[in-house]
């Protein structure tokens, strides 16, 4: 704690076994920089969510190889917080079963490269719902201005403290989203489609988040699917965050499967092939694909590109 900063409702320390990188592990997590729900930085990082049905502002530290966390907000008084801040973090993934595997040289590289990197699991299913929907076959600047927009519009202030970063808010209910009103949704440059899977899905918003408890990934894709307007890619862009499956993989991305193809065959492939390519490493795919992205690796272009739609038309 520093000078001044009210005393936390909740905090703990964790130690992990081996390297570990703050960045690496929550930046999945973050919708770009100035993503209001969570901040990362070279010094910690800020999230801000609802636990037990309350807010919590939550910061954690690293330091000499030891995660510091500090929790403030009623929610930090519900129980399970603390072991739900440790799977957030990833504590509870495994790479031992993954690093004994035969690699490609680009994945061994980038896992040398990154050997603090752990998928992290939210367990908070309709949050990491809201930002995949509006992601759906739209640019990511676009998807990033609906998400900041919603939040700031209809999110709830976040637990209070001196050091969080003013912009930074809860991400709306599912009882605040049911309450937007339809213009509010075009400003936000959220199309019909789009709207009507996340008013759909907030009906359902409170079996989505049992499916946060669910270890087996599998049922939980299926009850999500279930719902109009979410399939296989959305499902996965979900349970990648929410649970920390390292095997997923979000079929039907419009760049994923030429960057996969490029980056492990030297040729651009669609859905098909790209999990023919993948089939090897079973199991441990979307850990693959999490190391092929971080390096940075590019596909080379080709045909059209997705272009911001022009919203003064709908």
């Not at 929790?71 to 993954?98: N, Y």
């Not at 599912?174 to 509010?184: D, K």
């Amino acid at each position: 704690m520093t000078r001044g900063e009210p005393a936390p409702i909740a905090q703990g320390q964790w130690r992990p076994s081996g390297p570990y990188s703050l960045s690496q592990t929550l930046g999945v997590l973050q919708r770009g920089r100035h993503d209001p729900t969570l901040r990362v930085t070279p010094a910690g990082a800020w999230a801000v969510f609802r636990y037990g049905e309350a807010g919590v502002t939550l910061r954690v530290s690293v330091r000499d190889d030891v995660v510091t966390w500090h929790a403030w907000g009623e929610g930090a008084r519900a129980p399970g917080l603390a072991a739900a801040v440790e799977r957030l973090l990833g504590a509870e993934d495994d790479w031992d079963g993954f690093d004994a595997l035969d690699l490609p040289t680009l994945v061994r590289r980038s896992r040398r490269e990154r050997p603090g990197l752990r998928l992290p699991a939210t367990g908070r299913v309709f949050d990491a719902l809201m930002p995949a929907v509006l992601e759906q076959k739209v640019t990511t600047d676009e998807a990033r201005f609906a998400w900041r927009y919603l939040v700031r519009n209809f999110g709830d202030a976040a637990p209070a403290h001196p050091d969080l970063p003013a912009e930074m808010r809860l991400a709306p209910t599912p009882q605040q989203l049911r309450r937007v009103p339809s213009w509010r949704w075009h400003q936000a440059r959220v199309d019909a489609a789009r709207s009507r899977t996340l008013l759909r899905a907030a009906e359902s918003a409170s079996g989505l988040n049992r499916l946060g408890s669910v270890r087996g990934t599998q049922e939980a894709a299926e009850a999500m699917m279930s719902l109009p307007g979410i399939g296989p890619w959305t499902a996965a862009e979900v349970l990648q965050r929410t649970h920390g499956d390292p095997d997923r993989v979000s079929v039907g991305d419009y760049h994923l499967p030429h960057l996969i193809g490029e980056a492990l065959t030297g040729r651009r492939t669609d859905d098909a092939g790209m999990l023919e390519v993948l089939a090897p490493w079973t199991g441990h795919r979307q850990r693959v694909v999490r190391l092929i992205t971080a390096t940075g690796f590019r596909h080379q272009a080709r045909g059209p590109r997705l272009a911001p739609r022009d919203y003064r038309r709908f």
